[in-house]
């Protein structure tokens, strides 16, 4: 592991943060990483409010959507509701299918079939349409490069209002509005928007013509905060505003479909790691091993007995997704060594057989043995469809976009994309993708990092300072744990190697002038050796609470000792 200590942020504005929150530089100086640099600032950041939410109307299209919505709803249309088959776009169907029902009763939903439609607006999806009389199709989380298929649309007297975060391609789709914050013409404030971020702008447009202000609609947040948090977007900015909100929603009165997940798990409060973790992944497998109606359907159940068997039949799902994604990982890892492909800087897999639904989480799985930009291909009708994934820092996106000669489609962001090409272009592809690479790449990025927020004592640890820590949260891209260095460090002795195979490490720091504190290690047994006998080490590491017997305590969650 690479350990990087962040550049510490400029002093006067840390002195000055330190004098008028009266906080302790250490903390100031994580503040000032995150851009928070004034008391109005740290105001915002540590109590987020719905007011802070920017006006929808400032989003380019907006007034055409929400006209073209009124006037389907004024001439009694029928309004198709679509969207891509993952987290952030079931989430975003569900959130505008069950708000547009108070308003209107022909509303219905659509979710592409991940086997036989692939990622996206499909002419399947569109000639479903015609054969049952939309004449209004909302796309959420997907339709930004649709140019083709939108004016196929339009022939047949289909409008579209597309509603994505995706990066456009030079040409915009001739919708009847296409709400994007990426698009160049777009002068909205906040770029970062997930799709169901983006819906729910839409969402609060519509209600701004009613009256209703943000604070009427936190029915829909736990839909947005589960979005933002599995399509891992950064969370500050308005992603902020509606995480916070949004898991509090989750925690307290969350939907019937939400709430069934949360019952299988018996987890009382989630953070928004749990979210991504618990909740998205169960989302997630409807689409990946079904179909995403499923998900669709439970996160729209009003229901609670109903609800609950949609989560038991998703739960199910997820399971077995578990197991087929590790069958496939071991296979795909053993194809690399067979191979001889270890020592390359991309990895590029294939079989025809890999289930579809998991090659992306197999692709997240192969980069924790190869550290480096990874693709997983399967066969998809008549072509091959992979999943990309990243490493920090270098934007895959760009390294497919300059191998697009040997490319059908491909789409998504800086660190997780999907594309598909002909099999006969494959092995083509596969050395052009290596070549890119090789050429664009800072080869520390293959190594991973720990980047190191401060550098702190085991005395800084109080318990004032966790509660101004714990107020940093929720976590994620841009605002991510706070992790600190400390030097110096002895075990008290009772360190141990723990869990029923030894693979975790358990040891209690200490330093002079400080209270000792647990520190555990996870899948750091086999650095026991580094702390034995009292030798002095160095640890990086964040900070969390440990429950006990009812008793509450702080402890270090080691990242990597030295």
């Not at 890999?354 to 924790?368: D, N, P």
Request: hydrophobic share 40%; with cysteine.
């Amino acid at each position: 592991m690479r350990w990087t200590l962040k550049p510490k942020p400029d002093e006067s504005k840390v002195e000055h943060l330190q004098d008028v929150l009266q906080v302790d530089e250490a903390i100031a100086t994580l503040l000032v990483q995150r851009n928070v640099e004034t008391y109005e600032e740290a105001k915002a950041f540590f109590r987020p409010s719905l007011s802070h939410l920017h006006d929808p109307y400032l989003m380019k299209d907006m007034d055409k959507a929400v006209a073209r919505i009124e006037k389907a709803i004024a001439n009694k249309e029928s309004i198709l509701v679509y969207g891509d088959y993952d987290v952030d776009g079931t989430t975003s169907v569900a959130l505008m299918a069950t708000y547009l029902r108070t308003k209107h009763e022909l509303v219905y939903t659509y979710i592409p079939n991940r086997y036989d439609e692939g990622y996206g607006i499909s002419y399947k999806g569109i000639n479903f349409a015609l054969e049952n009389e939309f004449s209004l199709i909302i796309a959420l989380d997907c339709g930004i490069k649709s140019v083709e298929k939108v004016a196929y649309a339009k022939k047949l007297g289909i409008d579209f209002i597309i509603c994505d975060h995706h990066r456009p391609a030079d040409k915009i789709p001739d919708a009847a509005a296409v709400l994007d914050p990426k698009r160049d013409d777009c002068n909205y404030p906040y770029k970062e928007l997930c799709g169901c971020g983006v819906g729910f702008k839409l969402v609060q447009a519509l209600a701004q013509k009613d009256g209703q202000t943000a604070e009427d609609l936190t029915d829909y947040l736990d839909l947005v905060a589960t979005a933002i948090g599995a399509d891992i977007v950064p969370i500050n900015g308005e992603n902020r505003v509606l995480a916070h909100f949004g898991l509090k929603v989750i925690n307290t009165f969350p939907r019937p479909g939400i709430k069934a997940i949360l019952d299988q798990v018996e987890k009382t409060e989630l953070t928004i790691t749990d979210v991504v973790f618990i909740v998205a992944p169960r989302i997630n497998a409807a689409g990946r091993m079904k179909h995403g109606n499923f998900a669709v359907a439970l996160l729209s159940d009003e229901d609670h007995e109903l609800a609950k068997k949609h989560a038991s039949d998703i739960d199910s799902y997820n399971l077995e997704r578990r197991e087929i994604d590790k069958e496939i990982t071991v296979a795909a890892l053993q194809q690399i060594e067979e191979n001889n492909e270890q020592e390359r800087l991309t990895t590029v897999v294939y079989h025809e057989e890999w289930h579809k639904g998991v090659i992306g989480i197999v692709a997240s799985r192969l980069t924790e043995t190869y550290y480096r930009p990874t693709l997983v291909f399967t066969k998809s009708g008549e072509k091959l469809a992979a999943s990309a994934r990243s490493v920090r820092d270098f934007d895959v996106y760009n390294a497919l976009e300059a191998c697009s000669e040997h490319i059908e489609q491909f789409g998504g962001h800086k660190y997780a994309a999907g594309l598909t090409l002909k099999e006969e272009n494959y092995e083509a592809f596969k050395q052009a993708f290596e070549d890119e690479v090789s050429k664009t790449i800072d080869r520390n990025l293959l190594i991973p990092e720990i980047k190191i927020d401060a550098q702190i004592d085991l005395k800084d640890i109080t318990p004032k300072f966790y509660r101004i820590l714990k107020q940093f949260a929720p976590y994620g891209p841009s605002n991510m744990t706070p992790v600190f260095l400390t030097e110096g460090l002895r075990d008290t002795g009772y360190g141990k190697r723990v869990g029923g195979d030894k693979t975790h490490l358990r040891l209690i720091a200490s330093q002079p002038d400080a209270n000792p504190i647990v520190s555990i290690g996870f899948g750091m047994g086999d650095k026991y050796e580094f702390i034995s006998d009292k030798k002095p080490f160095s640890a990086v590491y964040s900070i969390d609470e440990n429950e006990w017997k009812g008793n509450v305590s702080l402890q270090l969650k080691l990242r990597d000792i030295r």
